[in-house]
């Protein structure tokens, strides 16, 4: 094709990263940030909202085999916009509204709404998810142990 | 002769209604909620997910709910509706090197770069009853310090680069996978970790305290055990890319066991390990314990026939829904195979007698 598909990398790479936003945001928080964006647009299914289980894997001794460790829920869904762009969802957990608010989000992305649905959308639950592990992250860290040496006498 | 036997249906009707009622309790008590028991209950929420082998916080927390409180039958039915759950894929492999720890500590190494970080452990407290927790109140507010954005690699990844531990080299085979085959032996290594990982909290740790015991003991250090949250991607064929599809708490534990060598091999430590999901701590270092007892035949060593070495035995009682549903039915009605035992009782009783009678006259 163009100058277009010579370089996808970068295009994949943001698509993932709000993909992955999506699929751990708070149901209810994007559902807000969702709100602000006003009428939701016409669009049609290619595939209906759908809960399944994927098994998750890990590696014996962290970098060995693979194994299974057990499912987690997951939702997943896909549709097109009028205009034709597709938009896809898998998203953890049951909630059926929130796969269907991350498809319509991840095809807005594609279309020429991706600065406002970026400013009101994916820029807010990205800060929230920052806030949300440095939260955590700084009460681990105070649980950090300092170590003192005692003094043994021969110096 | 064999007799089928209909009836008890406003009998099991009244008894449902009964156990709904018992479950509410007091209803001059609050109702409990699915999100207090997720937010509240936490630890009994996460070992239902590991036992359950589904994670899913508010589906435990409803099961428990459900199950008054009964972990195991919590456990049973997140095993019963994740079967009606169409399987969308595996992820790839999670990374534990990458981990958002709340805690990881080293019994191994004080100075492990990263340093050693507690996180919300029931470590070092008194085991005191806190009657302040009766009462309604606030809890007080954690300390925050600036947060450390080192890497926390490892901590065998530093022994392993002297060769000083046994490596674990990474393969793409694919694992077979417990829900979707019968438990077959021999198991190989990837299969015994599914199975300890899901297997019942009580049993594994019963299995590793035996091997402390001397059943097969093999000298375990904590390398290292951590907890916090890592993200789970899988590879999305309509994309042709992989993505995020959630991020997931579990707890790690690699040990650090005793050395083999040879004349020809140089001296290494083994290892074994342990990853469940959800804060779950004692059933981590458990399934690492036990990992590495069965591990005997790999690494060279003698099989003293404890019970933690037998694959066997370990695989096919961990699993506490197997276990508790072969274990509990016989409680159900088994009138029929009653009637016939007890026919033959009478009738090996009456050719007892009757002999007898015979000899004494």
Known sequence: ?155 | MYVAVKGGERAIDNAHAWLAEERRGDPAVPELSVAQIREQMALAVNRVMAEGSLYDPDLAALAIKQARGDLIEAVFLIRAYRTTLPRIGASRPVDTGAMACDRRISATFKDAPGGQVLGPTFDYTHRLLDFALAAEGEPPVAATAPPDETPTPRITDFLGRDGLIQPEPATDAEPRDLTREPLEFPADRPLRLQSLTRGDEGFVLAMAYSTQRGYGRNHPFVGELRIGAVPVEMDIPELGFAIEIGEITLTECETVNQFAGSRTEPAQFTRGYGLVFGQTERKAISMALVDRALRWDELGEDDTGAPAQDAEFVLSHADNIQATGFLEHIKLPHYVDFQAELELVRKLRAEALASRREAAE
């Open chain 1, 1 to 155: 094709m163009t100058a277009h598909c010579a370089d996808p990398a970068p295009e994949i790479s943001a698509r993932r990263d709000w993909m992955g936003l999506l699929a751990r945001a708070p149901v209810d928080r994007l559902a807000a940030r969702f709100a602000t964006l006003g009428d939701v647009p016409a669009f049609s299914w290619l595939r209906r909202p759908e809960t399944g289980g994927v098994m998750v894997r890990g590696r014996a001794g962290g970098t060995g085999a693979p194994f299974n460790i057990g499912e987690m829920t997951v939702t997943r869904c896909a549709l097109r916009l009028e205009d034709g762009t597709v938009g896809h969802a898998y998203v953890q957990g049951r909630d059926k509204a929130h796969a269907e608010r991350a498809a319509l989000v991840d095809a807005l992305m594609q279309t020429g709404a991706a600065p406002r649905i970026e400013a009101s959308v994916l820029r807010p639950l990205a800060d929230e998810a920052v806030a949300t592990r440095t939260a955590r992250a700084a009460r681990s860290a105070a649980t950090r142990v300092e170590f003192f040496t005692m003094v043994r006498g021969e110096d």
